[in-house]
């Protein structure tokens, strides 16, 4: 995970590490490098700007060129700054309601379907939840199919209605199941698209109104970059979601998704998927991926 990131960011601060003396010299040769890896890893350019000018403030601030072991310093500040920039404390999510309502949503591809499987095999775990899946794809027979060998697989009912063309209604419908089945948790897996458009977002709109959800997650694919970033304002500025879950964090993404889209919408990533089993689901630690990040 982000192995290209680690190795430049490792190499920049190397320098730092290295020199028994640091001038302001060091320093900025050091953030120059810093700035290069983060655009790299398809960090938004105003992102890492911003980034490496904060590090040079607290450096400063801190008086790094006086102390004993300033590029420890550095990369401790490196660190705190990276933990801040992927949102600081890591949030859970809000299971509060009777039942409590977990909408998804996201582009076709970007791993829904699998995720909600996933969360719900992750509630099912903590024994006090019991968990309803809710298919509510009008448009991909297949997709429906998929939530429910999900849902076999996992021990989980799954609730749908394959006739019904209205996924407002097919979400109302599973939630009274829910109601009427002591389900606790309401996993709503909705249809996505290829791209955003004002259909999806309209019916996705339709359904966050009708549920009133207590989480909005957005799943994103991380492998997209920047697209992931952008994905993620258009889908906020409708649904002001709770939380991102990203996903295909096992495969050979460059890691920029992670780095900008907390800075971008402003919500926190709640999850990451980390492959294509049920188990591949991780609680999202800011401050542990930037230890992964730094090494
Ligand atoms: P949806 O269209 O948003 O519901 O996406 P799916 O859940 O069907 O996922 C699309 C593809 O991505 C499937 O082949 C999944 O197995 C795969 N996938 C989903 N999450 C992950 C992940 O975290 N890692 C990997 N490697 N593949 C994933």
Redesign the pocket.
Known sequence: MFNNLSEKLDKALHVLKGHGSITEVNVAETLKEVRRALLDADVNFKIAKEFTVRVKEKALGQNVLTTLQPGQLMVKIVKDELTELMGGDAEGLNLSGAPSVILMS??????????SGKLANFLKNKKTKKPLLVACDVYRPA?VD?LHVVGDQIGVEVYSDKGNTDPVAIAQAGIAHAKANGHNVVII?TA?RLAVDEAMMTEISNIHKATQPQETLF?VDSMTGQDAVNTAKAFNDVLNFDGVIL?????DTRGGAAISIKSVVNKPIKFI????KME?IDVFYPSRMADRILG
Do not use: R, W
């Not at 996903?247 to 495969?251: A, E, R, S, V």
């Not at 998927?273 to 294509?276: A, L, N, Q, S, V």
């Open positions: 996201g582009l076709q591809g970007s791993g829904k379907t699998t995720f997709a998929q897996d996505g799943v996903t295909k964090l096992d495969g998927g980390t492959g294509e591949a």
